[in-house]
């Protein structure tokens, strides 16, 4: 049998993230992904947009949950990505009643980044995302949001040591696997700590220095399909990575192109990595 993957994220309709990022990406690796969208927005929240609509499905989520039960729909693998606080029990439920055996769970807790949270979430939201990091078999943060699971203070650079003691602490929250991204030890290098209780490996990329919105999603996407094609946790962290950098390079030259990345034209270099 096939494997069917659910993730549960929003839609923002512009602005290449989120579940815009996740259904082509992890379609082409090759697995059947079906989505539960937490919300819909009219594009997303960073700066660049001088608005934006909501619409909080919520609600759906319990009716949508009946329904897959009555109809003996499940699947081998859930993706979250960015959901809301009164979402995550939910999503708990969901993960409990439509999985089959032996399901995979992986969560990006997308929540914050360069030290701050997202706007809207409140300063309690990490306690709550952390019983979903609970469940899972990957949990992916990068370090801002690896600080707030934990409740220390981020900072921009740390120690090999302090990344390796950042990692067991967020495996100690339940996680069996530790993905951190955003990993660095030299200003030219810029990579992912891969961490399954045992062994810490390390994977870089040449740095380019740009912030460019959305890249956390290809990355987190991209790790899911690669995992579940069947690759090792590291050759799924090291995809991803390198898929990344390609969109960054693909977007880098077109200065009008500043609310994500065109992870489109890296979907080729992602098939052939695959294969």
Known sequence: MDKRLLTIQDISCVGQCSITVALPVISACGIETAILPSSVLSNHTAPGFSGWTFCD?????????AQWNKQNIDFDAFYTGYVTQTQIPHIL???????????????????ADNGVLYAGFAPDFPKEMAKLCQVADVILPNLTEACFLLGIPYKKEFTKPEIEEIAKGLRKL????????????????????????KDFNYYFTDKINVSMHGTGD????????ALLRGK???????IACDVVVESIKKTIDDKDHWYGVKFEKAIPYLVSRLN
Request: hydrophobic residues 50%; contains cysteine.
């Open 93 to 111: 439920e969901i993960m409990k009643k439509a999985a089959r055996p032996g399901a995979l769970k992986i969560v990006d807790p997308a929540m």
């Open 232 to 238: 090792s946790l590291f050759e799924a962290a090291s």
């Open 218 to 225: 290809v990355y987190a996407s991209v790790f899911t399909g």
């Open 57 to 65: 499905l919520t609600d759906e989520m319990p009716k949508i949950l």
């Open 174 to 197: 339940g996680a069996k696997n530790v993905i951190l991204t955003g990993v660095s030890f030299e200003a030219n290098k810029l990579g992912c700590a891969v961490y399954d209780g």
